[in-house]
């Protein structure tokens, strides 16, 4: 059965965060540059909470906020979900699903390690199935589609 470690074998392993004391401001433009929708808000590699665009939204913009003088730990997500290296995935579908949630920071022996996504869960899917189609293609037809 697959785990998050398949998962993160196949990503940079780099994961982006921000400490507490952090704007938003700062937050919201390192979450543009790299073109994704959290950062994990970590202290010494410890996660503490995790601050995503909905929180932006509701939790700053829909309370007229001001992002460059908030602190990321005042409107943070917390408590976090997180999983293991060795969470099977179907574990961590289970997560994001009945927590509503798109992102899993993966944290092994009290440290950030990395983060899956509902997107990197969908694709590993979607390669599982591809593989499976041409198994199938192959035994029924001799050769690879």
Known sequence: MPKVSDILGRKSGEVASVGEQDTVLTAARKMN????????????ETVVGI????????????????????RVG?????????????TK???????????????????????????ITSGDLLANEAAEQQETIEYLYEYLYGTKP
Do not use: N
């Open 33 to 44: 540059e790299r073109k994704i929708g959290s950062v994990v808000v970590a202290h010494d």
């Open 51 to 70: 601050f995503t665009e909905r929180d932006i939204l509701v939790r700053v913009v829909a309370k007229g906020l001001d992002p460059a003088a908030t």
């Open 89 to 115: 995935l179907e574990e961590c579908k289970s997560i994001i699903s009945g927590k509503r949630i798109r992102h899993l920071p993966v944290v092994d022996g009290g440290r950030l390690v990395g983060i």
């Open 74 to 86: 005042d409107v943070m997500t917390r408590p976090v979900a997180v999983c293991h290296s060795e």
